[in-house]
Nanobody, 117 residues
């Protein structure tokens, strides 16, 4: 069982930056693929970025070049650096863990990001 706790959300003006953090419990964090997802009001949850246990990264087209996902296995933490934020980035952001089953089985409670225009 893995517990995930996100932090770092808040209110920011368009063009600004935020860094989200996701702290994971457990000793096997380094073996998990990790991802960030988001859900805006009235919309389905969507994939934002992912980082494999080997460090390979993948991004949604909508955030490519603006967001960066990274991980620190010594701290059991995954980060999402968000730059050049736009009002359409407003959403609840969720951290998720895939224990290399191909399925994100563990989810955090989410952190709100609001970008004002």
């Amino acid at each position: 069982q893995v517990q995930l706790v996100e932090s770092g959300g808040g209110l920011v003006q368009a063009g600004g930056s935020l860094r989200l953090s996701c702290a994971a419990s457990g000793r096997t964090f380094s073996r998990y693929n990790m991802g960030w997802f988001r859900q805006a009001p009235g919309k389905e949850r969507e994939f934002v970025a992912g980082i494999s246990w080997t460090g390979a990264t993948v991004y949604a087209d909508s955030v490519k070049g603006r967001f960066t996902i990274s991980r620190d296995n010594a701290k059991n933490t995954v980060y999402l650096q968000m730059n050049s934020l736009k009002p359409e980035d407003t959403a609840v952001y969720y951290c998720a863990a895939d224990p290399r089953t191909g399925i994100y089985e563990y989810w955090g409670q989410g952190t709100q990001v609001t970008v004002s225009s």
